[in-house]
Every structure is written in C-alpha cells, then in structure tokens.
C-alpha cells in the first residue's frame, strides 16, 4: 500500500533515517565505548556486529514498514494479528523516549549559547553542568528543543523532515571531518613533561589492546558493542518502521541500509578521532567519560585549554551536536505521531499539536527531575539514576532486546526470512547480503537477543554479587 505523504526520493529518505541514527549516542558513548574497550578490539568487534546484526535489524524494520506502509502498531497487526501487541510494545518505546529526548537537546542549546557569548571559562568549570541542570529555569531550553522539534514534525514528512535532514545531514558530516582533522594537529605538555600529540591520541583509539583480555572481556565487549549498536541505529523501536512506510516502492533498500550504516558508523567512529585525541592531550585519558560528563564536562574544559581557537572549535562542536539530536528526537516524534494518525485516523497536524502539548508538560517534568521533582532510585545495572535515566533505562537497556528478540522470532520463524527478501527485491533489486540475512535473523539475533536481554534484568550483576 502507498501512502499519501512521503520521502520524494532515496537521498531524502537516506539523510531523513541517517539522521535519526546519528544522535548523541555517537557522539557521547561510541569514543567513551572504544576508549574504555581496548580501543582498536572495540572498533572490529563493532565494525563486525553492525555489517551482520546491525544490518539485519535495521533491513528488517525498514522492509516491514515499507511492505505494510505502516507504522509499529498495525504493521506488525497486518503481519500476524496476534501480535499486535508486539506492535504495542514497540510503540511504547519512542513514547518514552520522547519524554526526555528534548531535555538533552536543551542542555546542548545552553552549551552553544556559552561558547557563542564567550563564557568559556564559565563553560569550562566542573560544576557549570550540575548546577545549571538542577537549577529549574534550565527547563526553558529543554522546552525551547521541544518546540523546535515540534515545529518541523508539523510541516510533515517532506517539507518538514526531508528538508531540514538535507541541509543538517552534509553540514553535521563537514562539521566532524573538520573538527577531526583539527584534533589530530594538537600538542601539548602534560603535568609530568611528557609531549603529547593528537596523533598519540588517534593511537591510542585504533590500535587494539590485549592487555588484560579474557574470554569474559571479550564477551563484555561485545554486549557493549552489542546494545550501543541498537540505540545508534535507531532500531527496535519502531522509528525506522515509521520511516520505511514513507519510502517509494522503486528505491532500492538495501543500497539505502548500506549508506545509513556507512553514515551511522561513519559519524560514530570520526567522533572518535575528533574527541579522544584532544581529551588525551590535554586530560590524559583520565577524562575520558561517558554520557554528560564527557560532553558537557570534560569536552568544555578541553576546548577553554585551546584559547581562541577553542571557542570556535566548542561553538561548532555544539552546534553540530545539536543538529544531531534534532534530527534524531523529530525521528521520534515523528513515530509517535504516525501511530497516533493510524489509531484515531487523525489529521497530522491535529496529531501533532496534540502530542506537542503532551510532551511539552512530559519534557518539562522530566527536566525538573533535577531539581523540583528529585529522585534518586536505584537501577538493576548497579547505577543510580534520576527520572530521565529511569526512562533510559527502561527503553533502551530493557525494551529493545526484549522487542529485538520478539521481532526477529516472527520474522525468522513465522513470517520467515523470504517475506523481508521478497521486498527487498520488489522491482528486480538486487540484495546481495540475502543468505547472511536468512541465517542471522533465524539462529544469531534470538539467542544475541535473549543474552541482551537477561543482562538488562541485571541477572548477571546479582550472579556476580
Ligand atoms: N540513534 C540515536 C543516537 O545514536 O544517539 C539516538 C536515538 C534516536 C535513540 C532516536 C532513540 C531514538 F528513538
């Protein structure tokens, strides 16, 4: 079935699903990942996971919305009826998502006003970040995201998102490329004399580092790699079902899988260079960091040790992270209003303005987690979080295995594989990886799956004690 509404060609939808892929979890988590993880070993590990399991989830969530022409909820009910409620439950995922997806975008919008009003120094502090989330008037700029991202869901798939993917897409790519090439030129002296370069830095990112490694960490590693590579690709989570919907039947999908891995990974690994070098020359890889810490901590402090320079390189770095959550949070707006527009056969901008009033007040309640409404719980993974890694937690660490491993059931054994072969070759298409497909989705991705999945429950951390 057509739809109405849709990408106008394969580089819109390209740059439109690309764009949803690349977010701050290439930019935040993938260094930090490979820094952490031997550097080079994490690298092949991924590199190898996202061209066999990447790839497959990602085909599969693409082919079942462009087959159906639906979204999460009745593209799995047209599949089978009975399950629906897998339908439901993928559904659920972006709806959370989407409650503090913003909050992060407006913490990078205060960042870039910083370094654009030259308060590197302010920026630069250890406890700007933590005093200025848990001060209530930082919601205004988490609002200020939301609205934004509302706005451009508003005007609709092409002139909304295709549009503004196209000029954010090819701005973000030469913003990193630039930014990489200019960490690698650093040099500086460390507290005990020792000079060190960016090209050490770069060092220390790609060559692959045995020490200490046994079976166990390797096996970590790869869990690692494993659930990164779920959240940067935007899969499991209906998002990219909702996209597939939108895609003309004569595109070829699986050139266009290809390219949104090469941009994902592509971003993700260029992050690398353009973040590891500096932080080693300048902090030692000490302050290296995931999440916040690395870029609203950490990153701030390298760019006010570079002078003048450092003030263009922090402005540009946060723009482009910006331009990289905007993208990814309309991705998620854009799945729920989808589902919305199917269940009460609603008009989009009806739709729209409805669920913008909805998460504007879930935005704002989970900026406030910081201050107003504060909690502290303790989450199975060991850590403790407040609202919003609460929400994190239960929809990327616990959801989308469970939804990996319940999709790839139904189409590796009862759709069977043939049926996501069959679109990917509507038209004479050619799918080259097609056995490689047939074979990972029936046999890898479950038991990786039900692995991902025990370790969310945090069974492993209670058997470690
Ligand atoms: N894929 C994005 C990233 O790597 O940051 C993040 C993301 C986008 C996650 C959209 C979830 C989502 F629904």
């Not at 994490?42 to 639906?70: N, P």
């Not at 909304?160 to 690698?184: C, D, H, N, Q, T």
């Not at 003048?308 to 309309?330: E, K, P, Q, Y």
């Not at 999709?407 to 054994?413: D, E, F, K, R, V």
Request: charged letters at 15%; glycine letters at 10%.
């Amino acid at each position: 079935m057509e739809k109405k509404t849709g990408f106008t060609g394969q580089l819109g939808f390209v740059f439109a699903a690309a764009g949803s892929a690349v977010g701050v979890g290439n930019l935040w988590r993938f260094p930090y990942l490979a820094a952490k993880n031997g550097g080079g070993v994490f690298l092949l590990i991924y590199l190898v996971l996202v061209l066999t399991v990447g790839f497959v989830l990602l085909t599969t969530d693409l082919a079942i919305g462009r087959k159906t022409g639906k979204s999460a909820i009745y593209a799995y009910e047209s599949m089978r009826k009975k399950w629906k409620f897998l339908g439901i439950i993928t559904f659920i995922v972006p709806v959370l998502i989407m409650t503090y997806y913003a909050v992060i975008g407006g913490w990078i919008v205060n960042y870039i006003i910083l370094f654009l009003t030259g308060k590197v120094d302010i920026a630069s502090q250890s406890d700007t970040f933590s005093n200025f989330i848990s001060s209530p008037n930082s919601v205004w700029f988490s609002l200020f995201f939301m609205l934004l991202t509302s706005f451009i869901v508003y005007g609709g798939v092409e002139k909304g998102i295709e549009r503004v993917s196209k000029f954010i897409m090819p701005v973000l790519l030469f913003m990193v490329v630039g930014i990489a090439i200019y960490s690698l030129t650093l040099k500086a002296t460390a507290p005990n004399g020792e000079i060190r370069t960016g090209i050490d830095g770069l060092m220390v990112y790609l060559k692959p580092d045995f020490t200490g490694m046994t079976v166990g960490r390797f096996l970590q590693i790869s869990l690692d790699a494993m659930s990164q590579l779920f959240f940067s690709l935007s899969v499991s989570m209906g998002i990219m079902i909702t996209y597939g919907s939108y895609v003309r039947k004569d595109v070829d999908l699986s050139k266009s899988v290809s390219m949104i891995e090469i941009m994902d990974t592509g971003v993700a690994f260029l992050a690398g260079v353009m973040i590891i070098p500096p932080v080693f020359v300048f902090l030692g890889l000490e302050g290296m960091s995931a999440g916040p810490g690395l870029m609203f901590i950490s990153l701030p402090k390298v760019f006010a040790q570079m002078g003048l320079g450092g003030r263009i390189i922090g402005f540009v770095f946060f723009v482009l992270a910006a331009f990289a959550a905007l993208t990814s949070c309309i991705s998620v707006l854009e799945s729920i209003v989808a589902n919305y527009m199917e269940i009460l056969n609603a008009q989009r901008k009806r739709a729209t303005v409805v669920l913008s009033i909805v998460y504007l007040i879930a935005t704002g309640v989970i900026a406030l987690g910081y201050s107003t409404f504060y909690v502290e719980v303790n989450l199975p993974n060991g850590t403790t979080g407040q609202l919003l890694d609460i929400m994190d937690y239960i929809s990327n660490s616990f959801m989308m295995p469970f939804i990996s491993l319940l999709s790839s059931i139904l189409i590796g054994w009862i759709m069977t594989p043939q049926w996501v072969i069959d679109e990917m070759e509507r038209g004479g298409k050619k799918f080259s990886r097609k056995r490689l497909y047939a074979v990972i989705i029936k046999y890898f991705c479950p038991v990786i799956m039900f692995i991902l999945f025990l370790q969310s429950t945090g069974v492993f951390y209670l058997l470690k004690g």
